[in-house]
């Protein structure tokens, strides 16, 4: 009689166990699925695919035991930030989101500048080149809070030390990027922004103080002739000064070096049509019509129409003081044309 009564009470004992699983109540998968009937020892990930959850294993997690991430055998509501298992060594609460930076596979960093750019200050010139420390400076090698992304939070000892020419003396203001270019790998004048008087052409590669005298930097005359008033005066050919030409170096010349080519537009409207009307392609120097170099208020309109002399001849021979001459063509055809 004891023996069947403990029996019985084996039996609701087993069924009780059994009901009630290490999963917690509203685990609703079968046992087969992990355990089969010799052992409830987990029979491997083999038996039970992960991807039907809502973290799929890959990389590093592939190899981890199961209890390393559920410590209990409840498994519903495991956490699957990555924080939730792995400690946040940088220290600061705004870098939460590991995958940011880091893949599955391992902890290491790879693509550095990559990340950079979705930040509020991309890698470019010489950041490119930089090591991360150079500006992460915190105690802890790890920390890379948001830190401030003006310039001078890590060139100030740039600013202060600069002596051609002095920032601080000459009044500078601490916003680099009024000057130097981002994307420089250098101070030089090459990374400066004078996009407010282009560094082209003959100006290209210029010194500084070449324009900027005495090491000051401050706004100076950005008229031609405050800086080329001695070639304005040496030129011969022509003449500037003696033939009076403007001082406005831009009505003739470019900025291309030795100061060709030159194109003397205002000739049409001040003088005679030249760029335009029937002589217009007919020339290609200024001495073909100012045969004196010396004195270009002479100019010659036989030179070029002299073998017309006889038919000119015929044409005029009933003009009253008809004379085959430069002065007399001008008076005649101011503007070059036969209806003058």
């Known amino acids: 009689m004891i023996k069947w009564i403990l029996n019985i009470v084996l039996i609701l004992s087993s069924m009780i166990a059994w009901s009630q699983s290490p999963h917690g109540k509203d685990f609703d998968r079968k046992c087969s699925v992990c355990h089969n009937s ?3 020892d987990f029979q491997g990930q083999e038996s039970f695919n992960h991807d039907s ?8 997690h592939q190899k981890v035991d199961c209890v390393m991430c559920h410590e209990t055998l409840v498994f519903k509501n495991t956490p699957t930030e990555c924080v939730s298992c792995h400690t946040n ?20 960093v790879f693509n550095i500048n990559e990340i950079h750019q979705q930040s509020r200050f991309p890698l470019v010139g010489a950041h490119q080149q930089a090591s991360c420390y150079d500006c992460h400076t915190a105690g802890n090698v790890f920390d890379f809070k948001v830190m401030s992304v003006e310039c001078v939070s890590c060139h100030s000892v740039d600013y202060y030390g600069t002596t051609a020419p002095n920032h601080m003396e000459a009044g500078y203001g601490t916003d680099c990027e ?16 004078h996009s407010f008087f282009p560094l082209t052409k003959g100006h290209d590669g210029i010194n500084c103080i070449d324009c900027h005298g005495g090491g000051a930097f401050t706004a100076i ?8 008033d001695e070639d304005y005066s040496s030129a011969l050919n022509p003449n500037h000064r003696s033939l ?11 900025t291309d070096l030795d100061w060709k080519p030159a194109r003397f537009t205002n000739h049409d409207a001040l003088y005679f049509p030249i760029y335009s009307g029937e002589h217009r392609g007919e020339w290609n120097s200024c001495i073909e019509c100012h045969t004196n170099s010396a ?18 001849d015929r044409e005029h021979h009933d003009e009253k003081g008809y004379v085959y001459e430069s002065s007399a063509c001008y008076r005649c055809h101011p503007r070059g044309t036969e209806d003058d």
Do not use: P
Request: aromatic letters at 10%.
């Open 38 to 40: 010799m052992s409830w």
């Open 53 to 60: 959850t809502d973290f799929k294993l890959i990389g590093q």
């Open 89 to 108: 060594i940088h220290q600061s609460s705004d870098i939460q989101d590991c995958e940011r930076c880091h893949t599955n596979n391992n902890w290491m």
């Open 178 to 193: 009024a000057c130097h270019s981002v994307a420089s790998f250098d101070w030089s004048s090459d990374g400066v922004d």
């Open 221 to 228: 005359d950005n008229r031609c002739v405050s800086c080329h």
């Open 244 to 254: 009076g030409f403007s001082t406005n170096c831009e009505q003739c010349h470019t």
């Open 295 to 312: 004195n270009y208020q002479q100019f010659s309109c036989i030179e070029c129409h002299e073998h017309n002399k006889s038919s000119m």
